[in-house]
């Protein structure tokens, strides 16, 4: 499989995993294994293009200079795009300042243990981790409704927020 992102959004595979239980009896557990990176500013990498091509890496700040959020990308002397993530397309200001749509590329051979893919963008992953995701949907997964799976993250990934 071949996964191809740009931005802020995730895949991540369902992997059955066998764990040693108590008294040496094997269980199971669902594991969340991500397929790419979130393109976040402050990834050591990503901030480096950045400022190599002119731009900065910092949160917005509030009245009073205190950070806010997350590191975004804005002009070096100017508070635009202010950007949260590192790669996109579409946005002139902030390619001006080194956010590029170059997608990064994974490649994974998948085995039978591989159940399922979920895919969401930062709205879920800011607050559910990859293997919370999963064991969200699995329930759903064996009652082969993916609307049902796709309705139960969003609901725990806004009460979260």
């Known amino acids: 499989m ?66 806010l959020g997350p590191a975004r990308v804005w002009h070096l002397h100017e508070d635009i795009p202010g950007l949260a993530m590192s790669r996109s397309f579409g946005d002139q200001a902030a390619a001006e300042v080194g956010v590029n749509a170059i997608p990064e590329i994974t490649e994974m051979n998948l085995i039978e243990a591989d159940k399922f893919l979920i895919l969401a963008s930062d709205g879920v992953w800011e607050f559910i981790s990859n293997d919370q995701a999963v064991n969200i949907v699995m329930p759903h997964y064996q009652n082969n409704s993916a609307e049902k799976a796709a309705e139960a993250l969003i609901r725990e990934a806004m009460k979260r927020w």
């Open 2 to 67: 071949f996964c191809a992102n740009v931005g802020d959004s995730r895949a991540t595979l369902a992997r059955r995993k066998e764990v040693a239980g108590p008294n040496g009896i094997s269980q199971y557990k669902m594991q969340g294994i991500p397929l790419n990176r979130d393109h976040k500013a402050d990834e050591p990498d990503e901030q480096q293009r950045i400022i190599n091509a002119g731009g900065r890496v910092a949160a917005y700040r509030d009245m009073q200079g205190n950070p």
